[in-house]
């Protein structure tokens, strides 16, 4: 008994080692011992999801992995717990760069979430049609990507939902994102050479997007074709140089999360007031001075974000909103009155 305990153990430490060797050499162990290894050793096992699928065990484990990350020598999974309903996030795997994305990616065919971001892409693999249950793709900082070539394969995905892009070597969008019609949540961030007025004319062909978020892509306003996503809900022009509210937001009164956080507004103008399905406003760390009583107006509105700002006061309006539930006015003028807004406000659930 005590043997097989200590065979265990060492069977874990080769499991743990960097040398990939030992991994090998434990895998193979492994597959001998066709499943009658201890929980701890099946634990080790399952921090290489990739060398799980390549030798055939633990299929259970591997098969339940729905969100995968996949990095140039560090491969990230989440795993879905049936009982507690959470999604569990844990680095687990390596590859070497130069060999490229791992084959077995493709066998996963339950994912639902892949992120290859940083994998330094020249093109989207062929095989990524075979995750016909793929609902989010990441391709966060692949700026070599043909993304011509990447929009036509994401048009036969219609599973998918979401797509992240940033760091966009393109100045012009390839025309083929107008295809992808089936997306309903696309952010395209740190992308400052791209022509916004270009790319959001092709997006504007999105009929079904619902969250738009452009950070970090320079915008000094708001091209009048955004006013055309007449679906979106949630749109998030975070660090960015806007310095005055985008009047063409007004065309989109249907808008419940708006962040302009990071940009140069010096108020919230008497136009807010015509986003009366806002229930999310998020305008931290820019130069706002001040708030239009407008504010009233957005009846929705449960969580608003002010800090970072320069408010020596709130709008008396504000008392009208009954479902707000959270202001932030942290880092302003008006913080030292604190006790005070504390007790206007005691309908709140919190005042930050």
């Not at 390549?54 to 999974?77: C, F, K, M, W």
Request: glycine share 4%; net charge neutral; with cysteine.
């Amino acid at each position: 008994m005590m043997d097989m305990q200590e065979n265990e153990q060492k069977l874990v430490k080769l499991l743990q080692d960097d040398d990939k060797q030992n991994v090998a050499l434990a895998f193979q162990i492994c597959v001998g011992l066709k499943g009658q290894y201890s929980q701890q050793v099946q634990q080790a096992l399952h921090q290489h999801p990739m060398l799980c699928i390549r030798h055939g065990i633990e299929q259970a484990h591997t098969q339940s992995i729905t969100r995968l990350s996949v990095y140039p020598n560090n491969v990230a999974y989440y795993v879905k717990d049936s009982r507690l309903k959470v999604i569990d996030y844990q680095p687990v795997a390596s590859y070497p760069h130069q060999e490229g994305l791992p084959p077995e990616i493709w066998q996963m065919t339950q994912l639902t979430a892949l992120d290859l971001s940083h994998n330094d892409l020249q093109v989207l693999p062929e095989e990524i049609l075979q995750l016909k249950n793929l609902r989010l793709l990441c391709l966060r900082s692949n700026p070599n990507l043909d993304l011509k070539d990447a929009f036509r394969k994401m048009k036969k995905m219609q599973s998918l939902r979401s797509l992240e892009l940033s760091h966009i070597n393109y100045k012009n969008l390839p025309i083929e994102i107008q295809q992808l019609r089936h997306i309903k949540q696309l952010g395209i961030n740190f992308s400052h050479f791209m022509d916004e007025k270009d790319t959001l004319k092709k997006i504007s062909h999105l009929a079904k997007l619902e969250s738009l978020y452009l950070h970090s892509c320079s915008l000094f306003d708001l091209p009048k074709e955004i006013t055309l996503l007449k679906s979106l809900h949630t749109l998030s022009l975070e660090n960015n140089e806007l310095d005055e509210f985008p009047v063409e937001l007004t065309q989109l009164p249907q808008l419940k999360r708006l962040s302009l956080r990071d940009n140069q507004l010096t108020e919230l103008p008497d136009r807010i007031g015509t986003l009366k399905n806002l229930e999310v406003l998020c305008v931290e760390n820019n130069a706002l001075g001040y708030i239009s009583g407008q504010v009233g107006q957005l009846t929705q509105l449960k969580e608003i974000y002010l800090a970072g700002n320069q408010l020596t006061e709130l709008p008396p309006e504000i008392d009208q909103l009954e479902q707000l539930q959270v202001i932030d006015i942290n880092i302003n003028p008006v913080a030292k009155q604190r006790s005070d807004l504390a007790h206007k406000h005691k309908g709140t659930k919190k005042l930050l």
